[in-house]
């Protein structure tokens, strides 16, 4: 039986205790996911990671927003149509795009716009992998003979994306935004993927979100990894959901240890 991993957004940012948006647990996550990695290095015959990798001016970051008395929006702030609508929040750039987006994920029944800290920037040592977890892959490859292969996503300024395959509202003109089909076949070559990263509540339920709604084929394939992952503080019921549709749809659900067992 040939294995995939799949993991998400393991970024010093997210990981370690001094970066930008801090995940508490994501620093043990990482360590369970080297050792699985080094334990089991003959049973893994594919690693895809995410990289989660943003521009400052992002319609998720503060800079990119103001309110009428030209203050940025501080992180954790949620900005809705109606906000936008009644000229609370303002978009500096990109004005029609960004006030149509807020109204598009809602449209589509997603959350309220979300204003995160500056995290992931382009070149930035928040957007490398965490040292633990790039070790681990390194020694992988030398062994296995095999590259792991990386993934960027987030570029796109005008859209967050959370989930891997594809931005939260594509734009037609931006490839890089549209459904990644070439990552879906590529994962699709294996008889089981392994789920893992950070966030639990975030990039890791969406990217699982997107396998339900847009890769059916990858369903009966993936395992979520529960304890290489960790939720963004205070908010781990908004992927509530998620989980539950995928445990009805009978993803399986494993910790670490029962992984290769």
Known sequence: MANAFLI??????????????????????????????????????????????????????????????GQHPAPFTRISAEDVDAGRWVPRFAVEKAKQYVHDLEADGQLAHFIWPEHCLIGSR??????TLLDALKDWSRQRELDYVAVPKGLHPLSEHFGIFRAQVPDPAVPESQLNTGLIADLDRFDRVYLMGEAKSHCVANSLKQILD???????KVTVVTDCMSDVTGLGHLADPIYAEARARNVHFVK????FS
Request: charged share 20%; hydrophobic share 45%; glycine share 4%.
């Open 8 to 69: 998400i957004d393991t970024q010093f940012d997210f990981c370690h205790p001094d970066g930008a948006l801090f995940v508490p647990g994501a620093e043990q996550d990482v360590m369970r996911m080297a050792n699985l990695i080094r334990q089991h290095t003959d049973q893994i015959d594919h690693i895809v990671v995410t990289l989660d990798t943003h521009h400052l001016l992002d319609i998720a970051h503060p800079l990119f927003w103001v309110d009428n008395n």
């Open 126 to 131: 928040g957007a490398a992998l965490h040292d």
């Open 214 to 220: 847009f890769a059916p084929e990858l369903v009966p």
């Open 256 to 259: 670490s240890d029962a992984v």
